[in-house]
């Protein structure tokens, strides 16, 4: 089984308006984190935002936030008012384990965005 | 902002020869990692490096890939030798220093193996 999927392989959305990313995972871990990384056609891979199992917020960076449902275990990426500079593969991974035992992240197929003007 | 640097950023290679991606971690870092996304593809995990020995490795990092840290501050990824199917983009990254968790990745060795 996928231990992480992102269902939608393309998405679109107008400059300005919000866009949602979504992610969900599976693990019998209780303890993980969820990242989420921007790689723009450079390739580089650009962290955005993390949420930890135990956290009690939603993380939130900026434009960034993430919807962190743990029962339904999804992460989805909330982009608010989205640029033109925003187009880019994102990715969502995660972690198991505690945040000081240096596991591995596992990635999503990821979610080409394009923001159109 | 602390980054991890890779050099170099590309790397053409005959197939059959030896490659060595290098890689600098941030200096307060523990673990240490090299990842892999061939063009197209999701990111995939090679190999952890703690305490100056592999903690964990994927079932891709076969007999023709060794991690170093030769002299403290380098990581290098060195592929003995080279197969079409290696050609990919590399990722180093580290994490975990006794003030924060962060999960930092170098910009990439993209490797094209002719």
């Known amino acids: 089984a996928q231990k992480i999927t992102q269902t939608q392989p393309g998405m679109f959305v107008q400059e300005k308006e919000a866009v949602t990313l979504d992610c969900t995972y599976d693990?019998?871990?209780?303890?993980?984190?969820l990242f989420w990384y921007k790689q723009p056609s450079s390739g580089e891979m650009i962290f955005l935002i993390y949420?930890?199992?135990?956290?009690?917020q939603n993380a939130t960076e900026g434009r960034y936030s993430l919807n962190f449902q743990k029962a339904r275990k999804s992460a989805n990426l909330v982009i608010s008012a989205s640029q033109l500079g925003d187009s880019a593969m994102y990715f969502c991974?995660?972690?198991?384990?505690?945040?000081?035992?240096?596991?591995?992240?596992?990635f999503g197929e990821g979610t080409q965005l394009t923001v159109n003007p | 902002e602390p980054e991890v640097t890779q050099t170099p950023s590309h790397q053409v290679t005959q197939m059959g020869q030896e490659v060595i991606l290098r890689c600098v971690p941030i200096?307060?870092?523990?673990?240490f990692y090299w990842y892999r996304q061939i063009l197209g593809q999701k990111v995939e995990f090679l190999v952890s490096?703690?305490?100056?020995?592999?903690?964990?490795k994927s079932e891709i990092f076969d007999d023709q890939f060794s991690v170093e840290r030769p002299d403290g501050s380098n990581f290098t990824l060195k592929i003995r030798s080279t197969k079409l199917e290696d050609s990919a983009m590399y990722f180093c990254?580290?994490?975990?220093?006794?003030?924060?968790?962060?999960?930092?990745f170098g910009s990439g060795t993209r490797l094209t193996v002719v």
């Open positions: 991974a995660m972690r198991e384990g505690r945040e000081t035992s240096g596991s591995r992240l596992t």
């Open positions: 693990t019998s871990d209780p303890s993980y984190g």
């Open positions: 990254a580290s994490s975990v220093s006794r003030t924060n968790y962060g999960y930092t």
């Open positions: 200096s307060n870092h523990l673990y």
């Open positions: 949420q930890g199992s135990y956290d009690q």
């Open positions: 490096f703690y305490n100056n020995e592999i903690s964990e």
